[in-house]
């Protein structure tokens, strides 16, 4: 194949040159074989299910390495959707519930968990 590939011009041969080009460096280097590149042409768009049974298929390569190989051939991937958030509640939050005990046993008022001397107050005013 390598011979092909210096036939066309694509690579040339490496005898006193300084460095591969970066098409050469990645001819040379790249995990996936033009079998895999066209099977992953053929199954286009791609999403993370499919990146996940194509890792498990060829166990060079990972997931997220399929993933970041679709996207430099320029292939389709579909992302999955955000999950959706809770819907908020109507019960209150903590800080609410500490604001109301501090109002019900006459604290001062301030932000934050209750203190020592705190707490010692509710238990009194509870027995």
Not at 5 to 18: D, Y
């Amino acid at each position: 194949m390598f011979e092909l590939l210096r036939k066309i011009g694509i690579i040339k041969n490496m005898e006193g040159q300084s460095r591969p080009t970066k098409t050469e460096k990645d001819l040379l280097m790249s995990a996936y074989t033009s079998n895999m590149v066209a099977e992953l042409t053929k199954n286009a768009p791609l999403n993370l299910g499919k990146a996940k049974a194509f890792a498990e298929k060829y166990p060079t390569v990972t997931y997220r390495s399929v993933i970041a190989k679709v996207k430099s051939l320029g292939l389709a991937y579909e992302k999955a959707a955000p999950v959706a958030r809770k819907a908020k509640t109507d019960e209150p939050t903590k800080a609410e519930t500490l604001g109301a005990i501090r109002k019900a046993l006459a604290l001062p008022a301030r932000e934050g968990d209750l203190t020592k001397a705190e707490l010692v107050s509710v238990l009194e005013s509870l027995g």
